[in-house]
């Protein structure tokens, strides 16, 4: 089978019929390149007649740009777009329009700026400025990535070979400088790994969705990748692209990537490279750890692979370990000069109508926000992270001190998400209480609680008592239970609490 039949094969093993995968292709912008198989008239497609004129306004922006860049002697890369549409589509209106993109060199990157600039772009928003990846611009019709690095600089590859094998090829009679054809595939393949590489960055998400994140467009990378590898196999330096990818730092989702990619296009790469993909030293962090259980599970059951990865590895890290009943003590010097004491004493017992548990605060210098204010970077007050394995559960709950009638009373907000969710009194009732040195929060969790998390014989508990400044109106201080501070919102380094 060719890349496309292949294509073909994949879509119709994945959905039970043509209208699901219309939609999919649509959403993942292969719809224009499988069209042919519903014998579907492109031409009379209004989404596919508007892509023809983007693609002609593009066509024209990136010439003009281009053209300027080699006026004002500015040395630039131009790819993707525009390039591989001609290069790897038998019509090269098939492919997507989204935007331009142009690497400059750091010495010359504020002339092509400014030359970008007098042409009538402008910012595409106010953060781009501080991209370290490239500064995005547009005139209204057309969007171009200026781009500092070819990659996001946060995934650490090495762009010297990339940047240094160049060619010249002709779009519409006008020369274009584009990375070389070994070049433009193992760009390809670090394009993806980026995506993956970001997609794959935060195990928090992982935590609250329970689930392993989807890398988006992942299969219309992929075809493209395939597609140029079809096009050009023996034209490619696999040799040069072995050497590369060996003395790039690659976290392991790489050698996933690439296993996802062959499970579809078995004839992508060449066997020295996917031997040599099979025997690369990975580095890996924590989310690499826990994908390959996730892998073991088949990818078939997603919570099951994360209760396994906390389980075995909490017992390999071993933090605090107590049974219900029992207290432990968290401190940190407040300040250094003036010896404050600022510590949290935490109890936990189990009683007939729940799960109760005290948290004695020492912070003379307390702050209660505003009562319509719930950012937890602006409030004193114990942020609380429970973890179940039994059967895979997390919350995460931050009591807000606020004052209410006169009194101050602590509010259980669910805050793992972007919208803040005060907790149901029936799951957990709460009390407040001033001290000399600080303050008290009790919480009991219901029973209805427990089970609903299917906490039932322990839990893991992740704590972060927050310390506010009053002038500032900000937190200037913390207590956190795992060793490691970014670590806070893993179960891994938190306390485990046996209830029997």
Not at 293 to 313: L, M, P, R
Not at 357 to 379: C, G, M
Not at 440 to 461: G, R
Request: net charge neutral; with cysteine; hydrophobic share 40%.
């Amino acid at each position: 089978m060719n890349v496309k039949e292949q294509l073909i094969f994949y879509l119709n093993s994945k959905f039970s019929n043509r209208e699901e995968i219309i939609k999919f292709t649509k959403d993942n912008a292969l719809y224009y390149s499988i069209s042919s198989i519903f014998e579907i008239n492109l031409e009379k497609q209004f989404y596919y007649r508007i892509n023809k004129i983007k693609y002609e306004i593009y066509l024209q922006n990136s010439l003009r740009i281009i053209n300027s860049f080699s006026l004002k002697k500015i040395n630039y890369v131009c790819f993707k777009g525009i390039l591989l549409a001609n290069q790897i589509y038998d019509i090269s209106t098939k492919r997507y329009v989204g935007d331009i993109d142009i690497y400059i060199s750091e010495k010359e990157f504020l002339l092509a700026l400014d030359q970008v600039i007098k042409m009538g772009y402008d910012f595409y928003d106010e953060n781009t400025l501080n991209n370290k990846h490239h500064i995005v611009l547009t005139n209204g019709t057309t969007i171009i990535e200026l781009h500092k690095h070819i990659f996001n600089p946060l995934i650490g590859i090495d762009e010297t070979f990339i940047k240094n094998n160049l060619t010249t090829i002709a779009i519409n009679r006008q020369p274009v400088t584009t990375f070389n054809t070994t070049a433009t595939f193992l760009h390809l393949i670090y394009h993806l790994y980026m995506d993956t590489y970001l997609t794959y960055s935060n195990l928090y998400d992982i935590l609250v969705t329970k689930s392993i994140p989807k890398v988006k467009r992942f299969l219309y990378r992929a075809y493209e990748i395939a597609l140029f590898s079809e096009k050009y196999f023996d034209k490619i330096n696999w040799d040069e692209i072995i050497k590369d990818i060996k003395k790039q730092n690659l976290r392991i989702v790489f050698k996933m990537m690439i296993a996802k990619i062959i499970e579809i296009f078995p004839n992508a790469f060449s066997i020295e490279f996917i031997n040599a993909v099979n025997n690369i030293v990975y580095k890996e962090n924590e989310i690499d750890i826990i994908l390959k259980y996730f892998i073991k599970s088949n990818e078939k059951n997603a919570e099951q692979a994360i209760c396994n990865y906390i389980d075995k590895d909490w017992n390999n890290h071993k933090n605090i370990l107590l049974k219900a009943g029992e207290t432990f003590v968290l401190t940190k010097q407040a300040d250094d000069l003036l010896k404050i004491k600022f510590d949290c004493k935490t109890y936990t017992e189990k009683q007939s109508n729940g799960l109760f548990l005290q948290f004695t605060i020492a912070d003379p210098n307390i702050y209660i926000s505003e009562i319509d204010n719930y950012n937890t970077q602006e409030s004193d007050g114990v942020h609380l992270i429970l973890c179940g394995t039994e059967k895979f559960s997390y919350n995460s709950i931050f009591f807000f001190p606020k004052k209410i009638n006169n009194k101050i009373k602590a509010i259980p907000c669910e805050v793992s998400t972007e919208t803040y969710a005060a907790v149901d009194e029936n799951l957990i009732k709460t009390d407040y209480e001033e001290t000399t040195d600080g303050y008290i929060i009790k919480a009991l969790l219901s029973n209805e609680f427990l089970n609903k998390n299917h906490i039932k014989n322990f839990f893991y508990m992740g704590l972060i008592i927050s310390d506010c400044c009053s002038e500032k109106k900000k937190r200037v201080n913390e207590i956190v239970l795992a060793e490691d501070n970014s670590k806070w919102y893993n179960p891994v380094f938190f306390a485990k609490v046996l209830l029997n």
